[in-house]
């Protein structure tokens, strides 16, 4: 034990390599997804505000002519 540090094999090691980077790729793919339903949620809002923009253009344009 040089350094403070256990000796620990390479075969006892790899296991759990392998299950931090599996945890790392998870996260990270749970994330991307989340960000993904931020995104399509904040499209849907978008359009919608964008619909009534457009409608309440069109409303003010023929309230204008009807005053003409």
Known sequence: MENGLPNVSLATAIP????????IWVILFGYLIS???KLS????????????????????KTE???KA
């Open 64 to 66: 204008s002519k009807v």
């Open 41 to 60: 949620g904040l499209r849907r809002q978008i359009d919608a505000l964008a619909d009534a923009v457009k409608v309440k253009g069109s409303s003010d």
């Open 35 to 37: 960000l993904g339903g």
């Open 16 to 23: 759990y390599v392998a299950a931090a980077y599996v945890g």
